[in-house]
């Protein structure tokens, strides 16, 4: 079992910064590929980007590639989304998930947080 809570949300300007932190319990955390994905209202969610089990490998979605950056911090069971360069179509809540595939599929993680709010304002 691996439990996530994610924080680091809020309300930020267009062309501002972020980051989102994800904790994650148990000692299994480093067996799993971890995932970001971001729901906004009226849609489906959307695949963010994801990290391998060491942090190696990241690899992201089109319309966030360049902009965000997913790390992880094994020894400390966390992992980071940095965003930059945010746009108002950025506005979702913001999960973080976990898998032992990473992929972009949300079905292929097993474990999910609860998801923080972003809102981004023009």
């Known amino acids: 079992q691996v439990q996530l809570v994610e924080s680091g949300g809020g309300l930020v300007q267009a062309g501002g910064s972020l980051r989102l932190s994800c904790a994650a319990s148990?000692?299994?955390?480093?067996?799993?590929?971890m995932g970001w994905f971001r729901q906004a209202p009226g849609k489906e969610r959307e695949f963010v980007g994801t990290?391998?089990?060491?942090?190696?490998?990241?690899y992201y979605g089109d319309s966030v590639r360049g902009r965000f950056t997913i790390s992880r911090d094994n020894a400390n069971n966390m992992v980071y989304l940095q965003m930059n360069s945010l746009k108002p179509e950025d506005t979702a809540i913001y999960y973080c998930?976990?898998?032992?595939?990473?992929?972009?599929?949300?079905?292929?993680?097993?474990?999910w947080g609860q998801g923080t709010q972003v809102t981004v304002s023009s």
């Open positions: 998930a976990a898998g032992v595939v990473g992929n972009s599929l949300s079905s292929d993680y097993n474990y």
């Open positions: 148990g000692r299994t955390f480093s067996r799993y590929a």
């Open positions: 990290i391998s089990r060491s942090g190696g490998i990241t």
